[in-house]
């Protein structure tokens, strides 16, 4: 009822607003589409084929016909529909407030509220000082609204709102003409700074309300876990199946990603200023108002975490001690954001694939001797050896090949990009299509022969198991990585966890629904057993898509739904590019999803909710996805499937489409 009152109803009455467009042509489209839809539904009925439906139409109610002219108008139907879309999402995201309230789902009002009746104070304070949950956005290439466009949608939400026809009408004349097809196909730098504008304008708001929401309900004013909610980025960092993102990408998304975060600082400061107008704070706060204007004008000035925060709590110390405390709320407020986000304001993660590290080793130890032609010509033992024990120090100008120069030249400058953003800028490195446990060990040996040689390596190294075979040998592979004392060293410098990604699009589209998501959950209860054993925490990153056959679903209903023998220590989801503007792309839902990740993760500990599944239960979905396994994989190999996608879908045009800067197919993959 709801839905209907505050979405279809009022989708209704502002889509009427199309008709009255002073366009040419316009009018009679919007007219048209009613008709030719009830036409195309009879048509169907009376066993027409497409193109007698189409033809009738023209004949009978549209007078077209000419080949150009009906072209043209099919044309311009496609443009008059993709607007009404804009509208619908604009209305929709509009009336989300009022629609999760009526969600089954447990916000954290209502988990605070539950964890009071039960009396759990005690174990939720403790669970909320080391939960967290890692938001990680991705690019992808259906993600097709240009800026211009969500810019009309951030305008039109709030006109919404205020039930304002007359600017409504004015913003869905501005709608009909702007182009919603990028003029070019956009680069990764571009995919970059339009996730990045949400970032600014979106999350930097909802994840300090939410964090001050937590604090507040915790009653504890020395609650100080500032992880509880962490942003990681794919934009520029995942090079996985897309020569495009190379190390230059990468350095300018990082500087990207720290001047915006010093114009929200340098925003938030200026507004504080007119507040905090005493005496003693107007010197330091114009030092740092200073100095942030001039980092957000220019990427190559440096200013640390410190440089920041240290001025900070010496205002606040002179506003309790002179000043009573006045705006200390609105300070405090600014100072947790400044400890959340610190200079780097998400985490961007290298991302590549074992296939392509394994070209760069070969290279590698070709140009210094190790091999003639090929790693195999090594023992397990020898290559085990040099990779962690021979000192090597790689120079990109000595090798032709543009992968091994831009993978050198990338974790190169790594160490840079930690001292210009902070460590948490960038120290997670993931290999795709793990199988082994050498897609571990190259990356550990790259780090060390590009700098880290004689320190500890700063980076987690995440193997991505996404494949069934990778996930059937993860045991195997893990276990004899935490039997290597280097790299168990690496592991206990970590702080003793082992982040593991499994499943990602890939698992799904390997071993269909139910098998992939059977697979996954026996991984994960597998490898927390295996890190158990070796005194680590695991940590799983999970892999997901948008839709359910790209591994997404109910993100919340997932984690709710993890067994007891999984390791529960974080939650850490990827969020990919179509999803971001439609379930997180307002500070309203940004921060009701992100609520449900929360207590998914936590409401299973703490409020002794343990989930079991029977050996009858587990027999039978066993069964179930090797039955479906079975199904699946007859039809990929059947000998008409891949010619139907390729002639009967809209496969070969996604490359041709300026939406996405990636292949259309990833070279090795299918």
């Known amino acids: 009822a709801e839905f209907k009152k505050s979405v279809q109803n009022k989708f209704n009455i502002y889509n009427s607003l199309f008709l009255n467009l002073p366009y040419s042509n316009i009018e009679n489209v919007g007219m048209l ?64 407030p009022k629609l999760q309230q009526h969600s089954s789902s447990l916000s954290l009002k209502d988990y605070f509220q539950l964890v009071e009746k039960n009396n ?15 938001i990680v956005l991705t690019a992808h290439p259906t993600q097709f609204y240009t800026p211009a466009v969500l810019d009309i949608i951030t305008n039109l939400r709030t006109l919404i709102n205020d039930n304002n026809i007359d600017e409504i009408d004015i913003a869905l004349q501005q ?18 700074k339009n996730i990045i504008h949400t970032l600014r304008h979106v999350y930097y708001d909802a994840i300090g309300d939410m964090y001050t929401h937590i604090k507040s309900s915790v009653g504890n004013a020395q609650f100080d876990n500032h992880d509880i909610v962490k942003l990681g980025f794919w934009p520029g960092g995942d090079r996985d199946g897309n020569p495009f993102v190379t190390a230059s990408i990468t350095k300018e998304v990082m500087n990207e990603l720290r001047v915006t975060l010093m114009k929200c600082y340098y925003n938030e400061l200026k507004e504080l200023q007119r ?71 998400a985490t961007i993660d290298i991302r590549q694939d074992h296939s392509m590290h394994t070209v760069v080793m070969q290279a590698v130890l070709k140009k210094y001797g190790y091999i003639k032609e090929s790693i195999e010509e090594l023992t397990q033992q020898q290559l085990i050896e040099i990779l962690l024990q021979e000192s090597i120090s790689l120079d990109p100008n000595d090798f032709e090949e543009d992968i091994v ?33 050498y897609s571990v060990l190259y990356v550990f040996a790259l780090f060390r022969w590009c700098g880290w040689e004689n320190r500890d390596i700063t980076f987690d190294i995440i193997p991505l198991f996404e494949t069934m075979k990778g996930m059937d040998d993860s045991r195997a592979t893990m276990e004899q ?51 158990s054993q070796h005194d680590v925490a695991a940590i799983f990153f999970d892999g997901r898509g948008g839709p359910p056959a790209r591994g997404g679903g109910k993100t919340h209903r997932f984690y709710a739904a993890q067994t007891s023998k999984v390791a529960n220590n974080e939650i850490q989801l990827t969020i990919q ?33 343990e989930i079991t599944i029977s050996q009858d239960s587990r027999s039978l979905i066993e069964e179930l996805s090797d039955l479906s396994f079975k199904k699946y994989d007859a039809l990929k190999h059947h000998d008409k499937f891949m010619p139907y996608l390729e002639n009967m879908s809209t496969l070969k045009y996604y490359t041709k489409a300026n939406i996405g800067s990636r292949p259309g197919k990833r070279g090795h993959k299918a």
């Open 33 to 96: 589409i009613p008709l030719l839809m009830e036409q195309s539904q009879k048509g169907l009925k009376d066993g027409l084929n497409p193109k007698e439906i189409i033809e009738a139409f023209f004949n009978g109610f549209a007078d077209l016909h000419t080949e150009q002219d009906r072209i043209d108008f099919m044309f311009r139907i496609i443009q008059y529909v993709e607007r009404q879309v804009v509208l619908y999402d604009s209305v929709e995201d509009a009336a989300f």
């Open 577 to 609: 590019g179509q999803t971001i503007t439609s379930t997180y792309g307002t500070k309203e839902q940004f921060k009701h999803n992100s609520e449900q990740l929360l207590t998914a993760g936590l409401s299973n500990s703490i409020l002794d909710k």
């Open 275 to 345: 507040k905090l107008s005493f005496k003693e704070i107007l010197e330091p706060i114009t030092n740092l108002r200073n100095t942030l204007y001039e980092a957000m004008f220019d990427a190559t000035v440096h200013v640390a975490y410190q440089d920041i925060i240290e001025p900070l709590i010496h205002i606040r110390q002179l506003l309790v001690a002179n000043y009573h405390g006045l705006y200390l709320k609105d300070l405090d407020l600014f100072i947790d954001k400044v400890k959340i986000f610190k200079t780097h304001f």
């Open 405 to 437: 120069k831009d993978t050198i030249v990338n974790i190169s400058q790594l160490s840079t990009i930690q001292e210009n953003n902070g460590e948490q800028g960038c120290n997670r490195y993931i290999i795709s299509n793990s199988e082994d446990m």
């Open 120 to 134: 759990s104070w005690d174990a939720i304070e403790k669970q909320l000082n080391n939960f967290s949950a890692r």
């Open 175 to 192: 709608l009909g003409l702007t182009s919603l097809v990028n003029s070019k196909k956009p680069t990764p730098l571009d995919e970059a």
């Open 481 to 531: 990585l935490f039997e290597l004392e280097a790299y168990r060293k690496h592991v206990a410098f970590r702080n003793n966890k082992q982040t593991i990604m499994l499943g990602f699009s890939d698992g799904t589209k390997d071993g269909g629904y139910l098998k992939a998501n059977w697979s996954i959950l026996k991984t994960k209860e597998t490898l927390s057993e295996v890190c």
